[in-house]
């Protein structure tokens, strides 16, 4: 291109996978917004050496089949190269200088800055990702305000800074070219997700108990927690369950968290703080899961704006079963769920990036280690990417012998970690599989119809999420490849007779994904006649989501009467001639909130034995009883906790009433004189 004096200025190079629409006189490229399109200026040269540049410098090229074309004004001439062919030494050249090279090192300048005292700002967390793209800037489902632009050294492409828009939100990005492979792009996210962390430390504050689902889990890492290598002590021996679980997940988060908890023994804190702190943990685990997950849909240039994306991306953190017997906090589940998250959240990540192998072998691991019945997922999955021809079959063979090996490391490592926590040769999913598949007994537990996931257990779970993604798929066909190895996973676990919502959460983040698509195509043309009436239906359902998550949030918090009963008693029932005392927690108050974490020290001690009939406990010499009935001969009632009963609907303000009742009872021993002279709340 030559310039006012005919003089040439510029070589343009670009890059892309579309034809785009036309290229002005400066070398500023035009194109549409969906289209992936990458242009640079090259410096400046003589004419002469124009075309010469095309056959050495490295067009940028997007990870699929594209194509780099090189451009020269004086000649006119148009080269079609390979993108894995060219090498450009600007994008190649490596410094000597090890100091120089690579943009997370310091400068040369750092030795003489260490003599000088200076007071240095604590650094925010920082999370990379490095995504093969011709767009510098990937959609990541939020806004960012663009505040600065830094040249950088031995690279053409300059690195970019953004702040994130949202109010009160301090996190920033940056964004550059790797140097030694310029078809990289590295983002840089420093800082933290305010909103994600703030609803998941918000429901474990507030809700801090668990359930019998969980009860696993959580009696495994206070076990690890408190007692450590004295496995004799350890709770699964005295109450191993139906079937074994693994010990992997609780062994991740009990390190994790171990430095906190070992601070707070120092400080003789109650172990209920422990419980907050495991659970955090699991969160932060399952939030940088999604984040990742997120932060990879932009590989598959599938857009959806920050507000709905967010949103439906954490329906299923506040979605909440109302069914009066299995009804938990399902914001961050402690159980086996909450690791199995974090395995298939990489998975769908991987899966997005295109990186498929690395997507089965997450879903081998979580098979493996977490729940057997995953393999409902992997195999609509890998059918799905053979059909496509997505998976390279010359390499097949080779990738199918390493998933196997991926296989046999996992379940090897299972076997490892559980034989020893269990004193025999165990590996968990393996009697997990026999029980329920083979054997059948899941059944036991009550039954559903086929079709209860569908009609019953999705639409609960994911309230608006649930017709903004079947609305997202007819949208938008790419949906379609994403949502049926899911829908399979679904379809084909409904024929299991025995289903719990749990077994089916983790096809939850693909179906917010085409929510989030729907909901993001529908805002954008709200100012259409048709779409605006969608755009009412959809904000309508959102408001009913808000509606039901608050209310199913309250039926949540009322429906752990055992902790609550416990906590109280601890408060307010400490006897000071009393050298132990002794509190008996029945079956019932045992799943409904009681933990080992909720437990204190000594003179406090517990007895869970099982068996005791009403009469026999007159004949014990127990101090209190957590109880569900009522009356216990030879004990008072001194006060019980009311929980959850049901949900009922009135013509008034509000619609929804919660109904509550008296759940748990809490007794003492009519001998205890102490005890006797105490005022107590009494029993309604």
């Given amino acids: 291109m030559e310039g006012e004096r005919g003089v040439t200025n510029y070589g343009l190079q670009v890059s892309f996978s579309s034809t785009p629409q036309a290229i002005q006189e400066m070398g500023f490229v035009q194109f549409d917004e969906n289209q992936a399109v990458m242009s640079f200026l090259a410096p400046a040269q003589p004419s002469h050496q124009v075309s010469q540049s095309l056959n050495s410098s490295t067009a940028i090229t997007n990870s699929t089949n594209s194509t780099a074309v090189g451009f020269s004004h004086n000649d006119l001439q148009v080269g079609t190269l390979d993108p894995k062919a060219v090498n450009d030494e600007s994008c190649a050249n490596k410094a000597n200088d090890g100091n120089n090279n690579s943009w997370w090192r310091s400068s040369a300048g750092s030795e003489k800055m260490s003599k000088v005292k200076v007071r240095r700002k604590l650094r925010e967390p920082r999370f990379c990702f490095q995504t093969r793209s011709d767009v510098d800037v990937l959609d990541d489902g939020y806004k960012w305000r663009k505040y600065g632009q830094k040249v950088v050294k031995n690279s053409l492409h300059p690195r970019s800074y953004f702040r994130c828009t949202h109010n009160n939100c301090r996190v920033k990005k940056r964004i550059e070219r ?28 507030m809700v801090p108990f668990t359930k019998v689902e969980e009860s696993f889990n959580i009696q495994a890492m206070h076990d690890v927690l408190y007692h450590r290598h004295h496995l004799d002590n350890y709770d699964h021996f005295e109450f191993p369950g139906v079937v074994p679980r693994t010990f992997i997940g609780a062994l991740l988060v009990s390190i994790l968290s171990s430095p906190i908890v070992l601070a707070m023994q120092l400080m003789h804190l109650p172990k209920i703080y422990g419980l907050l702190i495991v659970r955090l943990a699991l969160g932060c685990i399952i939030l940088s899961t999604l984040r990742f997950f997120r932060i990879q849909n932009s590989g ?50 991987h899966w997005l990036k295109g990186s498929f192998y690395s997507a089965i072998n997450y879903l081998v691991f979580a098979t493996t280690i977490f729940r057997c019945d995953i393999v409902l997922l992997l195999g609509p999955l890998g059918l799905e990417l053979l059909l496509v021809d997505q998976v390279n079959f010359i390499l097949e063979s080779i990738e199918v012998l390493h998933s196997d090996n991926f296989f046999v490391h996992s379940s090897g490592l299972a076997m490892l970690v559980d034989s020893i926590m269990w004193k025999r040769l165990l590996w968990p999913e393996f009697e997990v599989f026999w029980f329920n598949s083979i054997l059948n007994r899941s059944s036991e537990w009550g039954t559903h119809s ?17 017709p903004l993604f079947m609305l997202g798929v007819l949208l938008d066909r790419r949906l379609l490849t994403l949502v049926l190895p899911v829908l399979s996973f679904v379809v084909l676990y409904s024929k299991l007779p025995h289903k719990e919502l749990r077994f089916i959460i983790s096809s939850v983040p693909m179906f917010n994904l085409c929510a989030a698509v729907a909901a993001s195509r529908i805002y954008n043309n709200r100012k259409k006649s048709f779409w605006k009436f969608l755009n009412l239906i959809m904000l309508g359902l959102f408001l009913i989501s808000l509606g039901c998550t608050i209310i199913t949030f309250m039926a949540s918090y009322a429906n752990y009467p055992s902790g609550y009963s416990l906590k109280e008693l601890h408060q307010i029932g400490r006897l000071d001639k009393t050298n132990e005392i002794w509190v008996h927690i029945d079956p019932f108050s045992a799943i409904n909130g009681i933990s080992l974490f909720c437990e204190n020290e000594l003179p406090w001690r517990y007895s869970k034995e099982e068996g005791i009939t009403l009469k026999e406990f007159g004949r ?52 205890n004189e102490e005890l006797m002279h105490k005022q107590w709340p009494g029993c309604s």
């Fill in 178 to 205: 790797l140097s030694e492979d310029c078809r990289m792009v590295i983002t840089t996210y420093e800082g933290s997700d305010v909103l994600l962390g703030s609803i998941a430390a918000f429901y474990v504050l």
């Fill in 620 to 671: 014990r010499n127990f101090t209190y009883l957590i109880n569900e009935h009522s009356a216990v001969e030879g004990y008072k009632c001194l006060f019980n906790v009311n929980g959850f009963s049901r949900l009922r609907i009135q013509p008034g303000f509000p619609p929804v009433i919660l109904d509550k009742e008296s759940r748990v009872y809490i007794h003492g021993n009519i001998k």
């Fill in 300 to 349: 598959c240039n599938l857009e959806y704006s920050a507000p709905y994306g967010l949103m439906v991306t954490n329906v299923w953190k506040e979605s909440r079963k109302l069914d009066k017997k299995e009804e938990r906090n399902e914001t961050i589940m402690i159980g086996f769920s909450g690791f199995l998250h974090d395995s298939l959240n990489l998975a769908y990540g």
């Fill in 450 to 466: 086929i079709h209860w996931y569908f009609t019953s257990a999705l639409p609960r779970l994911l309230l608006a999420a649930y």
